[in-house]
């Protein structure tokens, strides 16, 4: 497959949503599957002290060995975060709406930049509008993948600095922009504990939570996530692809990506049970195994680069009001 100098540009809208009805109608009893998690407020704490605890653990150290516990350690449990967050902002930690921002603002604390909040406004929209550039902020900017490429440097680079070019997207998605109350506590709440950090531990352990959430999404094989969900890396038409591997303990089974979009209402214990249940569906999709190989792909095959992407102008008949709650809906309706 040759690397190609632009996105991959399709017609239609994504295809999960077709697939949502398709699964509901052949295997109803996926309904059951559709719930809430309060376990995952568990492993939000477990984390969030085992950072706090790695934090006094290193703030004495040199900066090396605060860079290697950071890479080692702080980058599995931060990670780990970032999947409760994306989990709260799915609504699927607990019933009241209002206890998933929550949630979400608690297991944003290790990651010291406040974007809990933030991130579940604009990736609702990435389940509504895949691939639509100027609501999909998980879309690379034109400019992006023109500037980075597929070169081995250039690549290392935008992992190394991945946080900073999401940010930098959402500025295109000025449809999305959404500053309000719930945006503001996680910013107040995110400065709190930041400055209760350092004032206690420094800048030192500052620096080890900041590295840990750079590297759990970006220089590090965990990093490889982002590329597995949508880059054309097997398959120049299949669109989303799920990992089955050792690291979705880790990832919470956020690596059952193909199923998480068919129904975004599924918590992650139960994303391997869907898959179990409507085998029909995902056993001729193609998958990855390897985070660690899929990370050395990216980063070293000519093939593969942020042009790597499809794109689409259709929006569908989705408002931007729109939730992403299609498998809720569609079951109401009896599909």
């Given at each position: 497959?040759?690397?190609?100098?632009?996105?991959?540009?399709?017609?239609g809208s994504e295809p999960h949503r077709l697939r949502t009805r398709q699964i509901l109608k052949a295997h109803p009893e996926v309904k059951k599957l559709?719930?809430?998690?309060?376990?995952t407020m568990v492993w939000i704490l477990a984390c969030v002290s085992l950072q706090i605890l790695m934090t006094y653990l290193v703030k004495d150290q040199a900066w090396y060995i605060i860079l290697a516990a950071a890479w080692c350690i702080g980058a599995f449990p931060?990670?780990?975060?970032?999947?409760?967050?994306?989990?709260?902002?799915?609504?699927?930690?607990?019933?009241?709406?209002?206890w998933n921002v929550y949630a979400?603002?608690?297991a944003n604390f290790p990651s010291l930049v406040p974007t809990a909040i933030s991130f579940k406004n604009y990736h609702l929209k990435h389940h509504a509008f895949q691939g639509v550039h100027e609501l999909d902020a998980d879309l690379p900017d034109y400019w992006e993948a023109k500037l980075i490429n597929n070169y081995f440097i250039g690549k290392a680079v935008w992992l190394l600095l991945f946080p900073i070019f999401q940010v930098i997207r959402t500025l295109r998605c000025l449809e999305l922009a959404v500053i309000d109350r719930w945006v503001m506590m996680n910013i107040i709440a995110q400065i709190a504990f930041d400055a209760v950090i350092w004032y206690f531990w420094g800048w030192s352990a500052l620096g080890y939570m900041g590295a840990s959430f750079m590297f759990s999404v970006g220089l590090h094989p965990l990093g490889a996530r982002w590329i597995q969900e949508h880059y054309l890396v097997l398959d120049k038409d299949q669109e989303t692809y799920s990992y089955y591997g050792g690291l979705n303990l880790i990832n919470m089974n956020v690596g059952y990506h193909n199923e998480h979009h068919d129904m975004p209402s599924v918590p992650w214990n139960n994303l391997p049970k869907l898959k179990a249940a409507a085998p029909e569906f995902y056993d001729d999709l193609k998958y990855h195994t390897s985070f660690v190989k899929l990370f050395f792909t990216f980063l070293f095959s000519q093939e593969v680069g942020l042009y790597s992407r499809i794109v689409r102008k259709e929006?569908?008949?989705?408002?931007?009001?729109d939730t992403s709650i299609p498998d809720i809906q569609m079951a109401e309706q009896k599909i």
């Open positions: 497959m040759a690397y190609q100098q632009d996105f991959t540009h399709v017609t559709i719930t809430k998690n309060p376990m931060s990670h780990t975060l970032f999947i409760c967050i994306h989990e709260a902002s799915h609504n699927l930690v607990f019933k009241k709406p209002s979400g603002i608690i929006r569908g008949r989705v408002g931007l009001d």
